[in-house]
């Protein structure tokens, strides 16, 4: 794992008063900050343009191009973040996993990791050697974003997920039946997934990165006892190792209404939120947090009113606590009509810089 110290990009000054770093330090905002997760994707024409001459991978190895695809939604949609545009298992080839993109499907790994003898044979990170395209562009992006670029990465259950599932699994059948028969080399995995996103994670910082989400989106098919016992150690030690990057940590999973109380301790500054629990409920779990979230992205789909009543709901929950950084509650889907995007963060900001002027 790396300890190096990461530094900001060459000539990088460290925006520490933009409203998006405030919140996430739960400072006093002049309106409440929004992003969204997936804003730079399929519910975007201009994205989708991209995608009919690159893939995925093609984009996320060409700097230029992922920078361009990383800043579309901050002039489209008038967000206050732009995160990296790159997908969570990004850094595996950098430990010897092979991982190729199917339509419909998403990543795919043709040779799983199940054994301890294919943990061993996983090779140690190094971000300057496997993804200096990515840091490239996370420089480029610093360099022309009147927002905080946030960096991230997946967190070491659900890499884990990846690997030992070989795609996208919702229930982690195989990862778990590993937790059950052989313990040892289910935390050897996790073990080096750690190393991997700490040295992942701090070279973004070190490319001029200004906070840090660590997604761990199949953990919620665990239990309190597991997730406590089994994976929050490892979670910890990724924060750990960021921890003195001063940036802020953001922690996001779903289906972790039953884990927020154990995510309190996990060293994120922020915790994410789903769309399965309110907001001010899972926050009275957070003490000395900040929260992010959490409208339910399928609202999106339907008429704007409804769009604007359930974001005032959650803005009213949100109300007199400092600390609110408006997201969904998951990913943008698709047929998101992008106008209604803009539509959402207009009335965000509006709303709240009133009841801030008040």
Same mark, same amino acid.
């Given at each position: 794992?790396?300890?190096?110290?990461?530094?900001?990009?060459?000539?990088?000054?460290?925006?520490? #008063?933009?409203?998006?770093?405030?919140?996430?330090?739960?400072?006093?905002?002049?309106?409440?900050?929004?992003?969204?997760?997936?804003?730079?994707?399929?519910?975007?024409?201009?994205?989708?343009?991209?995608?009919?001459?690159?893939?995925?991978?093609? @984009?996320?190895? #060409?700097?230029?191009?992922?920078?361009?695809?990383?800043?579309?939604?901050?002039?489209?949609?008038?967000?206050?973040? =732009? @995160?990296?545009? /790159? #997908?969570?298992? +990004?850094?595996?080839?950098?430990?010897?996993?092979?991982?190729?993109?199917?339509?419909?499907?998403?990543?795919?790994?043709?040779?799983?990791? !199940?054994?301890?003898?294919?943990?061993?044979?996983?090779?140690?990170?190094?971000? /300057?050697?496997?993804?200096?395209?990515?840091?490239?562009?996370?420089?480029? *992006?610093?360099?022309?974003?009147? *927002?905080?670029?946030?960096?991230?990465?997946?967190?070491?259950?659900?890499?884990?997920?990846?690997?030992?599932?070989?795609?996208?699994? !919702?229930?982690?059948?195989?990862?778990? =039946?590993?937790?059950?028969?052989?313990?040892?080399?289910?935390?050897?995995?996790?073990?080096?997934?750690?190393?991997?996103?700490?040295?992942?994670?701090?070279?973004?910082?070190?490319?001029?990165?200004?906070? @840090?989400?660590?997604?761990?989106?199949?953990?919620?098919?665990?239990?309190?006892?597991?997730?406590?016992?089994?994976?929050?150690?490892?979670?910890?030690?990724?924060?750990?190792?960021?921890?003195?990057?001063?940036?802020?940590?953001?922690?996001?999973? +779903?289906? +972790?209404?039953?884990?927020?109380?154990?995510?309190?301790?996990?060293?994120?500054?922020?915790?994410?939120?789903?769309?399965?629990?309110?907001?001010?409920?899972?926050?009275?779990?957070?003490?000395?947090?900040?929260?992010?979230?959490?409208?339910?992205?399928?609202?999106?789909?339907?008429?704007? #009113?409804?769009?604007?009543?359930?974001?005032?709901?959650?803005?009213?929950?949100?109300?007199?606590?400092?600390?609110?950084?408006?997201?969904?509650?998951?990913?943008?889907?698709?047929?998101?009509?992008?106008?209604?995007?803009?539509?959402?963060?207009?009335?965000?900001?509006?709303?709240?810089?009133?009841?801030?002027? =008040?």
């Amino acid at each position: 794992m790396s300890t190096r110290p990461a530094t900001p990009a060459s000539g990088a000054l460290v925006r520490r #008063d933009l409203p998006l770093l405030r919140a996430y330090r739960r400072e006093p905002v002049p309106f409440t900050p929004v992003w969204f997760m997936r804003q730079a994707g399929r519910a975007l024409p201009e994205y989708r343009a991209v995608r009919e001459r690159a893939g995925l991978a093609d @984009i996320v190895r #060409d700097p230029a191009l992922c920078a361009e695809v990383t800043l579309q939604p901050v002039s489209r949609l008038g967000v206050d973040a =732009a @995160i990296v545009f /790159a #997908d969570i298992t +990004t850094p595996l080839p950098g430990i010897g996993v092979d991982v190729r993109f199917v339509e419909a499907v998403g990543p795919v790994i043709d040779a799983p990791v !199940r054994t301890a003898a294919d943990v061993a044979r996983l090779a140690p990170f190094d971000p /300057a050697e496997s993804v200096a395209p990515l840091l490239e562009a996370i420089r480029l *992006v610093r360099a022309q974003s009147p *927002v905080p670029v946030i960096g991230f990465a997946g967190a070491p259950f659900t890499l884990a997920s990846y690997l030992v599932e070989g795609r996208s699994s !919702r229930g982690a059948a195989r990862l778990l =039946a590993l937790l059950r028969s052989e313990p040892g080399t289910f935390h050897g995995l996790l073990s080096r997934l750690v190393d991997t996103t700490v040295a992942y994670a701090r070279a973004q910082v070190g490319a001029g990165a200004e906070a @840090i989400q660590l997604f761990d989106s199949w953990v919620g098919v665990l239990s309190p006892w597991d997730y406590e016992r089994a994976v929050l150690p490892h979670v910890r030690r990724v924060f750990a190792g960021l921890a003195d990057l001063d940036v802020p940590l953001v922690l996001f999973g +779903t289906g +972790t209404a039953g884990l927020l109380h154990l995510q309190a301790s996990s060293g994120a500054t922020v915790v994410g939120l789903d769309w399965r629990v309110g907001l001010r409920e899972a926050w009275a779990q957070l003490p000395g947090l900040a929260v992010q979230g959490n409208l339910d992205p399928s609202v999106l789909l339907g008429p704007f #009113d409804g769009v604007a009543e359930q974001a005032a709901w959650i803005l009213d929950q949100a109300a007199g606590l400092p600390g609110h950084v408006f997201n969904l509650g998951h990913g943008v889907l698709p047929p998101t009509d992008p106008d209604d995007l803009r539509r959402l963060v207009d009335l965000v900001h509006h709303r709240t810089a009133a009841r801030a002027g =008040a």
